[in-house]
């Protein structure tokens, strides 16, 4: 699972050109079982996305077709991780963390 932390790089009259471009991606994304979360910052500075997609790579190939991300005005920060402790109603997001790995006695 991905956390995608998005920081504006222009003033918010800048961003609000693309707002309406923007959340359609989302959208898109969402119905493609890409994201699962995402939201506005307080302050509004950027914003986060929640991403259950495979790899990095394919993430990052996803992201370049924000329209924030083609006309440069937000910084894309991800960070990966497992989510090993989930709250209820949240059983499908958690990973074993050492499912991918051998274990030996």
Not at 6 to 24: F, G, I, P, R, S
Not at 83 to 93: L, Q, T, Y
């Amino acid at each position: 699972m991905f956390i995608i932390s998005l920081n504006y790089k222009c003033q918010l009259e800048e961003v609000d050109k693309y707002l309406d471009a923007h959340v359609t991606y989302l959208k898109q994304e969402y119905a493609n079982g890409n994201f699962i979360a995402s939201g506005k910052k307080i302050p509004r500075t950027g914003g986060i996305i929640l991403s259950n997609v495979k790899t990095k790579d394919d993430l990052e190939t996803i992201l370049a077709k924000d329209p924030f991300y083609k006309a440069d005005i937000a910084q894309y920060d991800i960070t990966e991780f497992i989510p090993s402790m989930v709250a209820k109603g949240f059983e499908n997001f958690q990973e074993t963390p050492w499912a991918d790995q051998e274990i030996h006695p």
